[in-house]
């Protein structure tokens, strides 16, 4: 899969669930330091609607579907307690739903976790126990990976299926949702990555907006 970056052209494949590797191309829309990632691509789909904005596939999705299913799925994480400074995990095989998952819990104010469903089952749970995340965005396969992972632990996160519950957000507003100082704040966290700790444990790694709008 690939994101677009000029108006029709697909970019790069990327090779991680960084947001780095996401390059939006801040530049293009005027964005400053301050700027969050998500209002950088309000503001691409708001003057090229119709562009290609996620290549999954044979599978086009243009700025406009892709800004208002992230905006659906933002106002229903907002309504689970999704907001500034809470973790969202993200647990998915790499395609057009997980960008748009990334999307949603950034519009929703929220920092996402990225989880790759291929780790072992002990790593799972800790980041899981680490992150607390009011949520964690599930397809299929993450989803099978994730309850196994959790099973018999306690207080385990909110599971949501961006496709088996997708009924559930589906007629929300699909509107960019309001502006706002704690949403909007580039000082604010943008993702954490979990990366190898020095006692063997991973350790989760936090990037705030500015930082990622800075190496666009």
């Given amino acids: 899969w690939k994101i677009g970056r000029e108006e029709g052209a ?9 947001m780095d590797n996401m390059k939006l191309r801040a530049e293009a829309v005027g964005a400053d330091a301050e700027d969050a990632i998500h209002r950088l ?10 562009a290609c904005a996620i290549l999954s596939g044979d599978h086009v999705v243009r700025y406009r579907d892709a800004n208002a299913a992230a905006n659906r799925l933002a106002r229903f994480l907002q309504a689970h307690g999704v907001g500034p400074e809470r973790n969202v995990g993200i ?11 990334i999307l949603a819990t950034l519009k929703a104010g929220g920092a996402y976790v990225p989880m790759d469903p291929a780790y072992p089952e002990a790593r799972l749970r800790y980041m899981v ?13 993450g989803g099978r990976a994730l309850r196994q992972a959790l099973a018999g632990v306690d207080k ?22 309001a502006s706002g100082h704690d949403v ?3 000082r604010r966290r943008a993702y954490v990555i979990y990366t190898s700790g020095s006692t063997g444990q991973p350790k989760g ?8 709008v800075a190496t666009f």
Avoid: Y
Wanted: aromatic share 2%; hydrophobic share 40%; with cysteine.
């Fill in 10 to 18: 697909p970019l790069r494949r990327t090779k991680s669930l960084n």
């Fill in 156 to 177: 385990a996160p909110l599971l949501i299926d961006i496709d088996a519950d997708s009924s559930l957000w589906s007629e929300l507003p699909c509107d960019d949702l």
């Fill in 205 to 212: 790694v936090v990037t705030t907006h500015r930082q990622t």
């Fill in 41 to 50: 691509f309000e503001a691409r789909a708001s003057r090229n609607p119709d």
């Fill in 184 to 186: 909007d704040d580039g």
């Fill in 91 to 101: 647990c998915m095989e790499r395609s057009a739903g997980m960008i748009e998952a």
């Fill in 129 to 141: 126990s680490d992150a607390m995340p009011a949520a964690v965005l599930i397809d299929a396969h």
